[in-house]
């Protein structure tokens, strides 16, 4: 398990934009895909967007092609997601993931954040 903080939620407008930030300690950031989920009020957790270890390679869910942008920094063992043009159903807990490998496509999510709190207002 690995301490994962995320930071950057808030309210904005729909139509706005947020960038949220992950920061992880520890030299195994670098060698690890990344992901980020949400969970909005009433409903089950949801993939959104993942980055494998060096950025090459990102997927992404339907809903968030085309307006969120997953990236890292490994110098700073820190990763983004920026999210334009949101919508109320936007509206959720965005965790920060950790996958076990350097590919997300070839293991699991071990270690979570405590999620931040994106409030979209129409």
């Known amino acids: 398990q690995v301490y994962l903080e995320e930071s950057g939620g808030g309210l904005v407008q729909a139509g706005g934009s947020l960038r949220l930030s992950c920061t992880a300690p520890?030299?195994?950031?670098?060698?690890?895909?990344m992901g980020w989920f949400r969970q909005a009020p009433g409903k089950g957790r949801e993939f959104v967007a993942s980055i494998n270890w060096n950025g090459a390679y990102t997927r992404y869910a339907e809903s968030a092609k085309g307006r969120f942008i997953i990236s890292r920094d490994n110098a700073k063992n820190i990763m983004y997601l920026q999210l334009v043009g949101v919508n109320p159903e936007d509206t959720a807990n965005y965790y920060c993931a950790q996958y076990g490998c350097t590919d997300y496509n070839m293991c699991d999510v071990n270690s979570w954040g405590k999620g931040t709190l994106v409030t979209v207002a129409s």
């Open positions: 520890g030299r195994s950031f670098s060698s690890r895909a």
